[in-house]
Protein backbone atom coordinates (compact mmCIF):
# COMPACT_ATOMS: atom_id res chain seq x y z
CA UNK A 1 0.00 0.00 0.00
CA UNK A 2 1.34 3.46 -1.09
CA UNK A 3 -0.30 5.59 1.24
CA UNK A 4 -1.43 9.12 0.05
CA UNK A 5 -0.06 10.59 3.68
CA UNK A 6 2.06 8.48 5.85
CA UNK A 7 2.25 10.04 9.56
CA UNK A 8 4.13 7.32 10.97
CA UNK A 9 7.13 7.86 9.25
CA UNK A 10 6.95 11.42 10.23
CA UNK A 11 6.37 10.81 13.96
CA UNK A 12 9.52 8.35 13.68
CA UNK A 13 11.46 11.12 12.20
CA UNK A 14 10.89 13.15 15.13
CA UNK A 15 9.92 10.72 17.82
CA UNK A 16 12.92 11.51 20.27
CA UNK A 17 11.61 15.43 20.11
CA UNK A 18 7.92 14.96 20.71
CA UNK A 19 8.42 12.90 23.66
CA UNK A 20 10.43 15.31 25.52
CA UNK A 21 8.29 18.31 24.82
CA UNK A 22 5.24 16.50 25.71
CA UNK A 23 6.89 15.40 28.91
CA UNK A 24 7.75 19.19 29.51
CA UNK A 25 4.13 20.52 29.42
CA UNK A 26 2.56 17.55 31.20
CA UNK A 27 5.37 18.05 33.91
CA UNK A 28 4.37 21.60 33.76
CA UNK A 29 1.02 21.70 35.04
CA UNK A 30 -0.39 24.28 32.51
CA UNK A 31 -2.30 23.17 29.85
CA UNK A 32 -4.01 26.32 28.35
CA UNK A 33 -2.65 29.30 27.18
CA UNK A 34 0.77 29.05 28.81
CA UNK A 35 4.39 29.93 27.58
CA UNK A 36 4.42 27.02 24.77
CA UNK A 37 2.02 28.70 23.21
CA UNK A 38 3.13 32.13 23.61
CA UNK A 39 6.61 30.97 22.13
CA UNK A 40 5.08 28.96 19.17
CA UNK A 41 3.20 32.19 18.40
CA UNK A 42 6.76 34.27 18.52
CA UNK A 43 8.47 31.61 16.25
CA UNK A 44 5.65 31.31 13.93
CA UNK A 45 5.56 35.14 13.67
CA UNK A 46 8.99 35.29 12.67
CA UNK A 47 9.03 32.75 9.92
CA UNK A 48 6.04 34.21 8.31
CA UNK A 49 7.59 37.58 8.76
CA UNK A 50 4.85 39.17 10.58
CA UNK A 51 4.73 41.49 13.56
CA UNK A 52 1.48 39.82 15.14
CA UNK A 53 -0.05 35.76 15.54
CA UNK A 54 -2.92 34.52 17.33
CA UNK A 55 -3.31 30.99 18.09
CA UNK A 56 -6.77 29.20 18.12
CA UNK A 57 -8.15 26.13 17.81
CA UNK A 58 -8.35 25.18 14.00
CA UNK A 59 -7.82 26.91 10.85
CA UNK A 60 -12.04 27.35 10.15
CA UNK A 61 -12.25 29.30 13.45
CA UNK A 62 -9.03 31.50 11.82
CA UNK A 63 -11.24 32.26 9.22
CA UNK A 64 -13.88 32.47 11.27
CA UNK A 65 -12.46 34.79 13.59
CA UNK A 66 -10.63 36.90 10.88
CA UNK A 67 -13.55 37.78 9.32
CA UNK A 68 -15.47 38.85 12.58
CA UNK A 69 -12.59 40.87 14.15
CA UNK A 70 -12.74 42.76 10.71
CA UNK A 71 -16.76 43.88 11.06
CA UNK A 72 -17.78 41.89 8.37
CA UNK A 73 -21.36 41.03 9.07
CA UNK A 74 -24.95 41.23 7.56
CA UNK A 75 -25.31 42.85 4.39
CA UNK A 76 -21.50 42.66 3.42
CA UNK A 77 -19.99 40.62 0.58
CA UNK A 78 -16.78 39.00 0.75
CA UNK A 79 -15.05 37.80 -2.63
CA UNK A 80 -13.44 34.36 -2.73
CA UNK A 81 -13.36 31.23 -4.60
CA UNK A 82 -16.22 27.83 -4.51
CA UNK A 83 -12.77 25.83 -5.64
CA UNK A 84 -11.50 25.35 -1.77
CA UNK A 85 -12.61 23.49 1.28
CA UNK A 86 -16.09 24.21 3.04
CA UNK A 87 -14.44 26.27 5.97
CA UNK A 88 -12.92 28.80 3.19
CA UNK A 89 -16.85 30.08 2.56
CA UNK A 90 -18.35 28.46 5.81
CA UNK A 91 -16.33 31.56 7.42
CA UNK A 92 -18.60 34.11 5.77
CA UNK A 93 -21.12 32.67 6.25
CA UNK A 94 -21.23 31.83 9.50
CA UNK A 95 -20.86 36.13 9.86
CA UNK A 96 -23.82 36.65 8.36
CA UNK A 97 -21.86 38.25 5.00
CA UNK A 98 -22.23 36.63 1.50
CA UNK A 99 -19.68 34.80 -0.08
CA UNK A 100 -19.27 36.49 -4.09
CA UNK A 101 -17.15 33.27 -6.27
CA UNK A 102 -14.98 34.08 -8.83
CA UNK A 103 -13.99 31.93 -10.77
CA UNK A 104 -10.30 30.40 -11.02
CA UNK A 105 -7.00 30.43 -12.89
CA UNK A 106 -6.66 27.26 -14.59
CA UNK A 107 -3.34 26.64 -14.10
CA UNK A 108 -2.44 27.28 -10.57
CA UNK A 109 -6.34 26.72 -9.57
CA UNK A 110 -6.33 30.06 -7.12
CA UNK A 111 -8.62 33.12 -7.76
CA UNK A 112 -8.74 35.17 -11.04
CA UNK A 113 -7.84 38.03 -10.57
CA UNK A 114 -8.54 39.36 -13.65
CA UNK A 115 -12.40 38.84 -12.94
CA UNK A 116 -12.37 40.01 -9.32
CA UNK A 117 -12.94 43.90 -10.05
CA UNK A 118 -16.51 43.34 -11.81
CA UNK A 119 -17.92 41.53 -8.63
CA UNK A 120 -16.95 44.68 -6.45
CA UNK A 121 -20.23 46.28 -5.46
CA UNK A 122 -20.89 48.54 -2.72
CA UNK A 123 -21.55 46.32 -0.18
CA UNK A 124 -17.94 44.74 -0.90
CA UNK A 125 -16.13 44.62 2.32
CA UNK A 126 -12.87 41.72 1.94
CA UNK A 127 -11.45 40.08 -1.04
CA UNK A 128 -10.20 36.64 0.40
CA UNK A 129 -8.07 34.19 -2.13
CA UNK A 130 -7.40 31.09 -0.94
CA UNK A 131 -3.25 29.87 -2.09
CA UNK A 132 -4.40 26.67 -2.89
CA UNK A 133 -2.56 23.35 -2.56
CA UNK A 134 0.12 24.92 -1.62
CA UNK A 135 0.85 27.36 -4.41
CA UNK A 136 0.55 31.27 -3.95
CA UNK A 137 -2.51 33.65 -5.25
CA UNK A 138 -1.25 36.35 -7.75
CA UNK A 139 -1.45 39.14 -4.34
CA UNK A 140 -0.27 42.07 -6.00
CA UNK A 141 -3.75 42.72 -8.49
CA UNK A 142 -5.47 42.00 -5.25
CA UNK A 143 -3.96 44.34 -3.09
CA UNK A 144 -3.80 46.85 -5.42
CA UNK A 145 -7.76 46.56 -5.88
CA UNK A 146 -8.35 46.04 -2.30
CA UNK A 147 -6.85 49.68 -1.85
CA UNK A 148 -8.41 51.41 -4.72
CA UNK A 149 -11.75 50.40 -3.30
CA UNK A 150 -10.58 50.25 0.21
CA UNK A 151 -11.29 46.79 1.16
CA UNK A 152 -9.58 44.12 3.33
CA UNK A 153 -7.88 40.93 1.97
CA UNK A 154 -7.95 38.11 4.12
CA UNK A 155 -5.45 35.39 3.06
CA UNK A 156 -6.49 32.26 3.40
CA UNK A 157 -2.78 30.22 3.52
CA UNK A 158 -4.46 26.65 5.43
CA UNK A 159 -2.41 24.95 2.59
CA UNK A 160 0.33 27.26 1.69
CA UNK A 161 2.37 27.17 5.40
CA UNK A 162 5.93 28.31 3.71
CA UNK A 163 4.56 29.44 0.43
CA UNK A 164 6.02 32.40 -0.80
CA UNK A 165 4.89 35.41 -3.18
CA UNK A 166 7.76 37.19 -4.72
CA UNK A 167 9.78 36.40 -1.94
CA UNK A 168 7.27 37.63 1.08
CA UNK A 169 5.65 34.35 2.87
CA UNK A 170 1.96 33.93 2.20
CA UNK A 171 -0.24 35.13 5.25
CA UNK A 172 1.53 38.28 5.73
CA UNK A 173 0.77 39.97 2.31
CA UNK A 174 -3.02 41.37 3.33
CA UNK A 175 -4.44 42.32 6.41
CA UNK A 176 -4.65 39.13 8.01
CA UNK A 177 -3.00 35.58 7.24
CA UNK A 178 -4.96 32.21 8.53
CA UNK A 179 -3.24 28.80 8.99
CA UNK A 180 -4.07 25.37 9.46
CA UNK A 181 -2.35 22.98 11.67
CA UNK A 182 -4.95 20.16 10.92
CA UNK A 183 -2.44 16.72 10.87
CA UNK A 184 -2.07 16.31 6.94
CA UNK A 185 -0.99 20.28 6.72
CA UNK A 186 2.89 20.72 5.73
CA UNK A 187 2.90 21.80 9.17
CA UNK A 188 0.33 19.72 11.14
CA UNK A 189 -0.48 18.89 14.98
CA UNK A 190 -1.47 16.17 16.45
CA UNK A 191 -4.76 16.93 16.46
CA UNK A 192 -6.75 20.59 15.29
CA UNK A 193 -4.98 24.00 15.30
CA UNK A 194 -4.95 27.17 13.95
CA UNK A 195 -3.08 30.64 13.61
CA UNK A 196 -3.88 34.09 12.56
CA UNK A 197 -1.24 36.66 11.57
CA UNK A 198 -1.32 40.46 10.80
CA UNK A 199 1.20 43.26 11.20
CA UNK A 200 -2.53 45.33 12.86
CA UNK A 201 -1.66 45.49 16.71
CA UNK A 202 -5.22 46.68 17.33
CA UNK A 203 -6.45 43.54 15.25
CA UNK A 204 -4.68 41.34 16.80
CA UNK A 205 -5.89 42.56 20.35
CA UNK A 206 -9.46 41.94 19.36
CA UNK A 207 -7.94 38.47 17.64
CA UNK A 208 -6.85 37.95 21.18
CA UNK A 209 -9.98 38.59 23.24
CA UNK A 210 -11.82 37.16 20.31
CA UNK A 211 -10.48 33.50 20.79
CA UNK A 212 -10.48 34.07 24.57
CA UNK A 213 -14.43 34.49 25.22
CA UNK A 214 -14.26 38.34 24.42
CA UNK A 215 -12.37 38.43 27.75
CA UNK A 216 -9.96 42.17 27.67
CA UNK A 217 -8.89 40.13 31.64
CA UNK A 218 -9.87 37.38 33.31
CA UNK A 219 -13.76 37.62 33.78
CA UNK A 220 -14.20 40.97 32.36
CA UNK A 221 -15.74 40.19 29.00
CA UNK A 222 -16.06 43.47 26.37
CA UNK A 223 -17.55 41.93 23.76
CA UNK A 224 -19.08 38.05 23.12
CA UNK A 225 -16.39 36.13 22.06
CA UNK A 226 -15.80 32.37 21.35
CA UNK A 227 -13.54 29.34 23.35
CA UNK A 228 -11.24 29.02 20.32
CA UNK A 229 -7.75 28.26 21.78
CA UNK A 230 -4.65 26.15 21.15
CA UNK A 231 -3.56 23.97 23.94
CA UNK A 232 0.02 23.35 25.07
CA UNK A 233 0.59 20.07 24.09
CA UNK A 234 -0.24 20.98 20.44
CA UNK A 235 2.17 23.96 19.96
CA UNK A 236 4.58 22.47 21.82
CA UNK A 237 4.12 19.62 19.15
CA UNK A 238 4.12 22.64 16.24
CA UNK A 239 6.96 24.26 18.15
CA UNK A 240 9.11 20.75 17.10
CA UNK A 241 8.32 20.45 13.77
CA UNK A 242 8.22 24.36 12.84
CA UNK A 243 12.22 23.43 12.83
CA UNK A 244 11.66 20.89 9.99
CA UNK A 245 9.27 22.43 8.11
CA UNK A 246 11.49 23.86 5.12
CA UNK A 247 13.73 21.26 5.00
CA UNK A 248 10.19 18.99 4.80
CA UNK A 249 8.95 21.40 2.23
CA UNK A 250 12.35 20.93 -0.34
CA UNK A 251 11.54 17.25 0.21
CA UNK A 252 8.46 18.13 -0.80
CA UNK A 253 9.44 20.16 -4.46
CA UNK A 254 12.46 17.29 -4.71
CA UNK A 255 9.48 14.88 -4.85
CA UNK A 256 7.16 17.37 -7.59
CA UNK A 257 10.57 17.75 -9.54
CA UNK A 258 10.67 13.50 -10.26
CA UNK A 259 6.60 13.36 -10.35
CA UNK A 260 7.05 16.00 -12.99
CA UNK A 261 9.47 14.76 -14.45
CA UNK A 262 8.45 10.79 -14.76
CA UNK A 263 4.79 12.16 -15.84
CA UNK A 264 5.72 14.40 -18.98
CA UNK A 265 5.39 12.09 -21.28
CA UNK A 266 1.57 11.44 -20.33
CA UNK A 267 -1.82 12.52 -20.97
CA UNK A 268 -1.73 14.12 -16.87
CA UNK A 269 -1.65 17.93 -16.50
CA UNK A 270 0.85 18.36 -14.21
CA UNK A 271 1.06 21.55 -11.45
CA UNK A 272 2.81 24.10 -12.30
CA UNK A 273 4.69 26.78 -10.33
CA UNK A 274 4.22 30.27 -11.56
CA UNK A 275 8.13 32.66 -11.71
CA UNK A 276 6.91 34.82 -8.62
CA UNK A 277 5.74 31.96 -6.60
CA UNK A 278 7.26 29.60 -4.37
CA UNK A 279 5.25 26.56 -4.51
CA UNK A 280 5.34 24.20 -1.23
CA UNK A 281 2.83 21.36 -2.58
CA UNK A 282 0.50 20.62 -0.01
CA UNK A 283 -0.76 18.42 -2.65
CA UNK A 284 0.39 16.88 -6.11
CA UNK A 285 -2.96 17.66 -8.03
CA UNK A 286 -3.00 16.24 -11.80
CA UNK A 287 -5.72 16.45 -14.23
CA UNK A 288 -7.02 14.21 -16.94
CA UNK A 289 -10.26 13.48 -18.95
CA UNK A 290 -10.53 9.94 -17.60
CA UNK A 291 -9.75 10.80 -13.40
CA UNK A 292 -12.23 8.05 -12.51
CA UNK A 293 -11.00 5.81 -14.65
CA UNK A 294 -7.54 6.82 -13.13
CA UNK A 295 -7.94 6.53 -9.34
CA UNK A 296 -9.88 3.02 -9.65
CA UNK A 297 -6.85 1.61 -11.71
CA UNK A 298 -4.87 3.25 -8.84
CA UNK A 299 -6.36 1.97 -6.09
CA UNK A 300 -6.98 -1.65 -7.08
CA UNK A 301 -2.78 -1.17 -7.68
CA UNK A 302 -3.09 -0.21 -3.26
CA UNK A 303 -2.09 3.53 -4.61
CA UNK A 304 -4.48 5.89 -1.83
CA UNK A 305 -5.27 9.03 -4.18
CA UNK A 306 -8.30 11.68 -3.41
CA UNK A 307 -9.75 14.65 -5.15
CA UNK A 308 -9.53 17.92 -3.66
CA UNK A 309 -12.33 18.58 -4.13
CA UNK A 310 -15.00 17.00 -6.40
CA UNK A 311 -18.21 19.46 -5.69
CA UNK A 312 -17.58 23.28 -5.69
CA UNK A 313 -18.90 25.02 -2.94
CA UNK A 314 -21.65 26.64 -4.78
CA UNK A 315 -23.34 23.52 -5.81
CA UNK A 316 -23.19 22.10 -2.43
CA UNK A 317 -26.24 20.84 -0.60
CA UNK A 318 -25.39 23.04 2.05
CA UNK A 319 -25.59 26.35 0.58
CA UNK A 320 -28.18 25.71 -2.09
CA UNK A 321 -30.60 27.71 -0.40
CA UNK A 322 -28.29 31.27 -0.64
CA UNK A 323 -29.18 30.85 -4.24
CA UNK A 324 -26.11 31.35 -6.23
CA UNK A 325 -26.56 31.57 -9.46
CA UNK A 326 -22.82 32.32 -10.71
CA UNK A 327 -21.03 31.27 -14.05
CA UNK A 328 -18.18 29.53 -12.84
CA UNK A 329 -16.81 27.26 -16.15
CA UNK A 330 -13.09 26.71 -15.08
CA UNK A 331 -14.16 25.52 -11.75
CA UNK A 332 -16.59 22.87 -12.74
CA UNK A 333 -14.49 21.50 -15.31
CA UNK A 334 -11.66 21.31 -13.58
CA UNK A 335 -13.39 19.53 -10.60
CA UNK A 336 -14.39 16.22 -12.84
CA UNK A 337 -10.85 16.50 -13.78
CA UNK A 338 -8.36 16.57 -10.59
CA UNK A 339 -6.79 13.99 -8.88
CA UNK A 340 -4.44 14.45 -5.64
CA UNK A 341 -1.72 11.65 -6.13
CA UNK A 342 0.47 10.42 -2.88
CA UNK A 343 2.32 13.61 -1.59
CA UNK A 344 4.44 13.71 1.83
CA UNK A 345 8.07 14.42 2.41
CA UNK A 346 8.41 10.38 3.43
CA UNK A 347 7.78 9.16 -0.06
CA UNK A 348 10.54 7.54 -1.31
CA UNK A 349 11.80 6.87 -5.31
CA UNK A 350 10.40 3.19 -5.53
CA UNK A 351 6.91 4.43 -4.32
CA UNK A 352 6.64 7.61 -6.95
CA UNK A 353 8.06 5.45 -9.54
CA UNK A 354 5.13 2.74 -8.68
CA UNK A 355 2.68 5.82 -9.14
CA UNK A 356 3.86 6.86 -12.07
CA UNK A 357 3.99 3.01 -13.45
CA UNK A 358 0.00 3.00 -12.39
CA UNK A 359 -0.44 5.91 -14.02
CA UNK A 360 1.16 5.43 -17.34
CA UNK A 361 -0.55 1.86 -17.35
CA UNK A 362 -4.03 3.31 -16.46
CA UNK A 363 -4.07 6.20 -19.33
CA UNK A 364 -0.96 6.33 -20.72
Known amino acids: MIKFVDFKREFREVLGE ?19 VKKFEEEFLKYTGTKYAVSVNSGSDALYLAIKALGIGKGDEVITVSHTFISTVDAIVRNGAKPVFI ?13 IEE ?26 LAEEYKLFVVEDACQAHGAEYRGKKVGSIGDIGC ?29 GMLRNYGQSRKYCHDFVGVNSRLDEIQAA ?45 HLYVVRCKDRNKLQQYLSRKGIQTLIHYPI ?29 LPMHPWLNNDEILSVVEGVKNAIG
Not at 18 to 36: F, H, M, N
Request: charged fraction near 30%; include cysteine.
Open 18 to 36: IRETVDRVLESGWYILGEE
Open 103 to 115: DIEPSTYCIDVSK
Open 119 to 144: KITKKTKAILPVHLYGHPADMDPIIE
Open 179 to 207: FSFYPVKNLGAYGDGGMIVTNNEELAEKL
Open 237 to 281: ILRVKLKHLDEWNERRRRIVELYNELLKDTNVIRPVEKEWAKHVY
Open 312 to 340: PVHKQKAYLNLGFNVDLPVTERICNEILS
